[in-house]
């Protein structure tokens, strides 16, 4: 369990940011965690349902979304996480405003 955070549905791993990504559903968000499993950061999810998360060579995030049987793709979402995690005050909603915003695919 992760004190304070309920229904985590998916995690993935990035090497880049050396950080594993955990989806919480009930919360809408995407955690951020560090190797010892301390959270590192959460920014807000699109979607209703998240239920799975993955991670492209390209750096964009792939969610699926159960409620609403989609697949939601964030172009270049990880370069947005990476200035997230540096500076949280620099970006609101960083994977809801890139450019392009989330497409559902």
Same mark, same amino acid.
């Given at each position: ?8 549905? %998916?995690?993935? /791993? $990035?090497? %880049? ?6 989806? %919480?559903?009930? &919360? ?6 560090? +190797?010892?499993? $301390? ?7 699109? +979607?209703?349902?998240? &239920?799975?998360?993955?991670?492209? !060579?390209?750096? !964009?995030? /792939? ?13 270049a979402a990880l370069p947005a996480i990476e200035k997230y995690l540096k500076d ?10 890139? &450019? +392009?915003?989330?497409?559902? !695919?």
């Amino acid at each position: 369990p992760l004190p304070g955070h309920g229904d985590l549905t %998916a995690i993935t /791993w $990035s090497t %880049a940011l050396q950080r594993l990504l955990v989806v %919480a559903d009930k &919360e809408d968000q995407l955690l951020v965690l560090r +190797g010892g499993g $301390s959270l590192g950061g959460r920014l807000p999810l699109p +979607g209703q349902q998240q &239920e799975g998360v993955a991670l492209d !060579n390209a750096g !964009n995030l /792939w969610v699926t979304d159960d409620q609403d049987k989609s697949l939601l793709k964030m172009d270049a979402a990880l370069p947005a996480i990476e200035k997230y995690l540096k500076d949280p005050a620099a970006f609101q909603d960083p994977l809801t405003r890139l &450019e +392009g915003g989330a497409k559902k !695919n």
